[in-house]
């Protein structure tokens, strides 16, 4: 009974809502946003990219991110210049991902597509390079062992993950002219 009292005391205080991180929404959450801002009460702004909805160790529900995109009313925006990434990343996703004739969807559920981005237009590429060559931007790994079997995955890509990680240390690596330092690795 104490909920239609707590819903408009709140869209009384609070004429509109931004939920950044979306992506990171669970149903109930979604339910609670829906309810108080349903219906023209008040506009709900949802930023978040559906990629990273799979994220369930974070609470992610890639279904409720997207039925969220498929509600009633709803206008969907996307950024067109990615801001933080080098050019050279930037375009090995938009490669990798963007619809073609032999693969039109690159995402198995409907509701999250892919959308090119540009970089921004004063990046300078900072990839790392050894020995004054480039390195590529991403690169595809199969797991298949030497008989073209199939291996734990966890642990051959921990293996590669860390070889890679020890030899960007150990080498003659840089990032923007310095060398590599741990600071430069995410995983």
């Known amino acids: 009974p104490a909920a239609k009292h707590l819903v408009n005391a709140v869209r009384k205080r609070y004429q509109a809502a931004l939920i950044d991180e979306f992506q990171d929404t669970d ?20 930023i978040g990219d559906p990629k990273q909805a799979i994220y369930g160790f974070r609470g992610a529900d890639v279904n409720a991110y997207i039925q969220a995109v498929k509600a009633p009313g709803t206008q969907h925006h996307s950024m067109g210049v990615n801001w933080r990434s080098d050019p050279g990343l930037i375009s090995a996703v938009n490669a990798l991902f963007s619809p073609r004739e032999t693969l039109p969807r690159p995402f198995v559920l409907e509701g999250i597509d892919f959308r090119p981005v540009s970089p ?23 797991t298949c062992d030497d008989t073209g079997g199939a291996v734990d995955p966890r642990n051959h890509m921990a293996s590669l993950v860390a070889a890679d990680i020890s030899r960007l240390l150990a080498g003659p690596s840089a990032i923007a002219g310095r060398p590599v330092v741990p600071a430069d690795i995410a995983v």
């Open 27 to 46: 149903p109930v959450q979604f339910e609670i946003f829906e309810a108080l801002f349903q219906g023209g009460a008040g506009p709900l702004f949802l």
């Open 120 to 142: 921004r237009p004063d990046v300078h590429e900072a990839f790392a390079t050894q020995s004054g060559v480039a390195t590529t931007p991403i690169e595809v790994v199969l």
